[in-house]
């Protein structure tokens, strides 16, 4: 008997664009695997330093959770949520949902808002999000609905344009597993939700009219909301929670999803409709930034368009913890794009929302490589919005500007440690774009 992988429909539900489908194609495997990896922690104990990281990512944490916790001294918190919300993905169809709520009152926005972290520290973005408490309750995420006034407040809380005041009870005191991860940010205690009530909400009107039109589709008020300006992270945001499309199609979307959906469905429909209507670049162009010990360059060239993203993890860094060896990996499409989910996952599409808004903007076309070093000061991945906002970073910073390839590629064998050979094979759009010419007169 052959043994077919069971693709996940949810993209099918929510967003009609089968490109986008495509390119987003989960499977049941990909949902419930979890991985328990034996580690030098034990033997370390924050204390000598044996993975490499410059400080230990778990005292960081500790030390987060060491100022919440004389606040959650019972089942009963109070405080303004940001506003957010949470939607898990383990036991899929059938996951964890609710409200991020701190105990803390006042103008708590900023815990929430990817969009103004890039100048932080990681200290500080790792308060911002254990101070939230997650409150939670089963949801069907083909129904929504049927869960209840809890679903209901948490979806009015994200319709809110402000920090909205909260009282959450729970059945037990909030605790257990921490939330790290590459897609989203770090996330602080949990536990089931008993009650909930919210005070008043000052709603924001832009995302209300696309809750309230039933027949709006999804990827088209995802793509009215960001041309009003709309933060794209509370986008993914009222994406998860399902205020968006055919009211009858409406489902819940894991927040890990909503975030890539979201970033893929925008850079999508800018790259179809303006990138590729645009008059191509006639230069090299390179972009920098270089934040939370992230080091990337943006190499556009004057080409069609075509997109890939490298990361290069150094040891001792969180998806790099034990090798003496630097990890390099990355993934690629063509001027027809791509119609499988990239292999480095939600970083790719990510930075390539980056890339075509700045594109569209400009109103050219050119192909893109965005290069990342990852050193081990990024002691612990703080979600995908920073590589979209390092991307739109250097993207804002203006371009060095050169004449031929060779000019390029030498000024990113200066900015790298890596080697320039490294990057070259591991990059499908540099070979290419070097195929004409002998690889060895790049590197000395």
């Excluded at 998806?319 to 499409?333: F, L, R, T, V």
């Excluded at 480095?344 to 903007?361: M, P, Q």
């Excluded at 979209?388 to 000024?411: C, I």
Aim: charged share 25%.
């Amino acid at each position: 008997m052959k043994k077919v992988k069971k693709t996940i429909p949810w993209v099918e539900h929510v967003v009609d664009d089968v490109g986008t489908a495509l390119d987003l194609n989960y499977t049941l495997e990909d949902l419930n695997v979890r991985v328990v990896q034996r580690g030098i922690c034990i033997f370390c104990r924050g204390t000598k330093m044996l993975c490499g990281k410059a400080r230990c990512p778990v005292m960081v944490k500790l030390y987060s959770l060491m100022k919440s916790r004389p606040l959650l001294e019972g089942t009963q918190i109070e405080g303004a949520s940001p506003p957010g919300v949470f939607v898990g993905r383990i036991g899929y169809p059938y996951v964890w949902a609710g409200p991020l709520i701190p105990p803390i009152g006042g103008d708590t926005s900023i815990f929430d808002l990817p969009e103004q972290w890039l100048e932080r520290r990681i200290d500080e973005i790792v308060d911002f999000r254990f101070s939230l408490v997650r409150g939670k309750f089963m949801a069907n995420v083909n129904k929504p609905d049927s869960a209840g006034k809890l679903m209901d407040l948490s979806r009015e809380l994200v319709l809110s344009a402000s920090p909205v005041d909260a009282e959450a009870e729970f059945y037990r005191k909030p605790g257990g597993d921490f939330v790290v991860g590459s897609e989203v940010q770090p996330l602080g205690p949990s536990a089931p939700l008993k009650e909930l009530s919210i005070d008043y909400v000052r709603t924001d009107h832009r995302i209300e009219g696309a809750y309230r039109d039933g027949d709006l589709k999804a990827a088209d008020a995802v793509l009215d909301l960001y041309g009003d300006g709309v933060p794209v992270s509370k986008i993914q945001r009222a994406f998860s929670v399902g205020l968006f499309g055919v009211e009858k199609q409406r489902r819940l979307v894991p927040t890990r999803w909503s975030i890539t959906a979201v970033d893929s469905v925008i850079s999508r429909i800018l790259m179809k409709e303006k990138v590729k209507q645009s008059p191509v670049i006639n230069e090299y162009r390179i972009y920098e930034s270089n934040y939370f010990d992230n080091r990337f360059i943006v190499l556009m060239l004057p080409s069609a368009w075509a997109y890939e993203s490298i990361e290069a993890w150094y040891p001792g860094t969180s998806w790099n913890p034990d090798s003496s060896m630097i990890a390099m990996g990355g993934d690629w499409e063509g001027y027809q794009g791509r119609t499988t989910y990239a292999q480095i996952g939600g970083c790719y599409y990510a930075a390539r929302l980056a890339v075509t808004e700045h594109l569209s903007r400009e109103g050219r076309q050119a192909a893109a490589v965005v290069l990342r070093e990852a050193h081990p000061g990024y002691i612990m991945p703080l979600g995908v919005w920073q590589v979209r906002e390092n991307v739109r970073n250097a993207l804002r910073q203006g371009f060095k500007k050169f004449n031929t390839l060779r000019e390029s590629m030498a000024y990113i064998s200066g900015a790298f440690d890596i080697s320039l050979k490294d990057w070259i094979d591991t990059s499908q759009l540099l070979k290419d774009e070097l195929r004409q010419e002998k690889l060895t007169k790049y590197f000395a």
